[in-house]
T-cell receptor, first 115, second 114 residues
Framework: NAGVMQNPRHLVRRRGQEARLRCSPM?????VYWYRQLPEEGLKFMVY????????ESGMPKERFSAEFPKEGPSILRIQQVVRGDSAAYFC?????????????FGPGTRLTVL | DQQVKQNSPSLSVQEGRISILNCDYT??????FLWYKKYPAEGPTFLIS?????DKNEDGRFTVFLNKSAKHLSLHIVPSQPGDSAVYFC?????????????FGKGTRLHILP
């Protein structure tokens, strides 16, 4: 059973370009979470999605950021018109349908560098 | 507003001794707590968790203690091994069925000394 897959592992973009980060959850997992980690910081929640639904996007910046988890295919975190402050490690996590005392399984992350 | 606080950015412990990592939280609605371990260039991996109805949970060398009245939890690793050198994140959520997001602390970097 493969773990959570994220690609690309490293992404370099120039200011103003778009960044697309992909996350394939573990098999059987229908919940996906995106987190951002800035240097020397903890992981900050961004968005929680189930198939075709955004459940909680309270951690998403109001502009330029969007996320989706379509019926088929990976979850996508999209950042439009990137700025230097978007440089960070972006982690995706997945979990099966809610079970008491469950935990999230994390992917290896995508390191975004904005030049 | 930091709801989950790990006040020690780093900790050094001799191999074979006990490592104690501390965590404080401010949100009294948190009812489920987790510890994650993270190596450089990898994603966090789940280590151990505890529900608010318990005050202790043990798994091998790892034990988590929860003091609800003090809003404090700690992770004990004994005996500490070189492979334990990593960043440890304390995390909490407000819904045991985990329909809610997990709030992470900033992490504590543990160095196990030979």
């Amino acid at each position: 059973n493969a773990g959570v897959m994220q690609n690309p592992r490293h992404l370099v973009r120039r200011r103003g370009q778009e960044a697309r980060l992909r996350c394939s959850p573990m098999k059987g997992h229908s919940h996906v979470y995106w987190y951002r980690q800035l240097p020397e910081e903890g992981l900050k929640f961004m968005v929680y999605l189930q198939k075709e639904n955004i459940i909680d996007e309270s951690g998403m910046p109001k502009e330029r950021f969007s996320a989706e988890f379509p019926k088929e295919g990976p979850s996508i975190l999209r950042i439009q018109q990137v700025v230097r402050g978007d440089s960070a490690a972006y982690f995706c996590a997945s979990s099966p349908p809610a079970v008491p005392q469950n935990e999230q399984f994390f992917g290896p992350g995508t390191r975004l560098t904005v030049l | 507003d930091q709801q989950v606080k790990q006040n020690s950015p780093s900790l050094s412990v001799q191999e074979g001794r006990i490592s104690i990592l501390n965590c404080d939280y401010t949100n009294s609605m948190f009812d489920y707590f987790l510890w994650y371990k993270k190596y450089p260039a990898e994603g966090p991996t789940f280590l151990i968790s505890i529900s608010s109805i318990k005050d202790k949970n043990e798994d091998g060398r790892f034990t988590v203690f929860l003091n609800k009245s003090a809003k404090h939890l700690s992770l004990h690793i004994v005996p500490s091994q070189p492979g334990d050198s990593a960043v440890y994140f304390c995390a909490a959520s407000a819904n045991e069925n985990r329909d809610d997001k997990i709030i992470f602390g900033k992490g504590t970097r543990l160095h196990i000394l030979p």
